[in-house]
């Protein structure tokens, strides 16, 4: 992809740069406005990103109308100006932006969006699919703080490093206890799928709206979060029309969507999600208490009623425990497939990464966990598709003194 960056030398362009993961091929850097267009001028730039700040000195029809002149295929984001002190002015600027078919980026967003924006690069640079529809991957727990959220939050991380030119979607739906932010330890920026509930209502949401509103996740622009919001009071609003309308513009974004929703099925999100997605995962331990009473008490009153069959969902066994049931004979005892089973990783070695805002399959400690989680991440780009990631080595499942052990230091 040919990029052509304009702005000004300084501490918000050397951000910006720093979070692209790799020198783009074609990048060039236009810090004045008369160097910008006489690289426009000179190149086919398939992507231009334009900050307003380099423009300040000139009315907005005097540089947006001549720019998509000089180059009227290109894609030409805009980036408008924090310091503007007249919201008219940049009023304007976003309605004859819009008219000469430029992208304009919600004013205040960070860098890493800003990132995934430039490196965006349209629909040339995405992966050849056989369907033009995606899938659509729904997480939950048997029982509560099953670990859900980890595998989902982790899964779609992998999938999306292990694939850039794949568009994966993160949907944190728990209505009732929304935990991803802080499960990958992300500031909060204000956006979350409570912004979207009026275009749901409506049926109304566009792909586009759904991408500005998801947020891009540090170095892997390809990898788009929806966060919750913890207004729980809100959870009876969403409708089951509200979530066929997400779920249908998650097929239309993104690739790849993986879903994070409750344990339990009273609300319209838990309900939808797992009714309509193409893959199923319940996550639960091997312990009785988890996979088996939690789980076939709400199936037996609930699910089945539904329409869902139990070999219509795949058990992924997490936190593995020696001591407790074998995985293959827990998974067959509730009728389903066996997904992937997860070790349990040293004590305390979640929170701790979670403090220090890194991934768990970052973890060094955390090899097997990160390889039973790089198998479900193929599991799903094979859903998608597309071929499978190649072999790994599989690490031995450990044995029950040793498992034990390494939970204690």
Known sequence: MSLLIGMKEGEPLARLLAMMPQRPRGRVLAHEKETLFQH????????????????????????????????????????PSESAYDTLWLEAAQRLASEAGMEWVPLGAGTEELAAIALQGGERDREEAPSDRGIVATVWSAAAKDGATTIAGNVALTLARESPALRVGLLDLNLKNPELRVAL??????????????????????????????????????????????????????????????????????????????????NAATVCAVRGADVRWLVAGNRSHSYLWSWTEWYACYWKLCGLAASDIELVCNRFDPAGES???????????????VPNVPGG???????????????????????????????LRVASGREPFAERETPRRRSGLVSLLSGLF
């Open 40 to 79: 426009a001028a000179r190149e086919p730039f398939e992507t231009i990103v334009l900050h307003m700040d380099l423009v300040a000195d000139a009315y907005p029809w005097e540089w947006i109308g001549p720019l998509r002149a000089v180059r009227p295929d290109a894609r030409i984001v805009v980036i």
């Open 349 to 379: 070695l979640g929170l701790r990464m979670a403090e220090e805002g890194r991934p768990l399959v970052d973890a060094a400690q955390a090899d097997e966990f990160a390889a039973a989680v790089y198998r479900l991440a193929s599991r």
């Open 185 to 266: 330890s992300v500031p909060d920026v204000g956006r979350t799928n409570a912004a979207l509930r009026p275009k749901l209502q409506t049926g109304a949401l566009s792909p586009a709206e759904l991408r500005e509103a998801a947020v891009p996740y540090r170095k892997t622009p390809n990898l788009r979060i929806l966060y919750g919001t913890h207004r729980r009071d809100t959870a009876a609003d969403v409708s089951p029309e509200m979530m066929e309308t997400l779920l249908s513009a998650c097929r239309q974004t993104f690739d790849a969507t993986i879903v994070d929703v409750s344990s339990f099925p009273d």
């Open 327 to 341: 995985p293959e004979k827990a998974a067959a005892a509730l009728g389903m497939a066996l997904a992937a089973v």
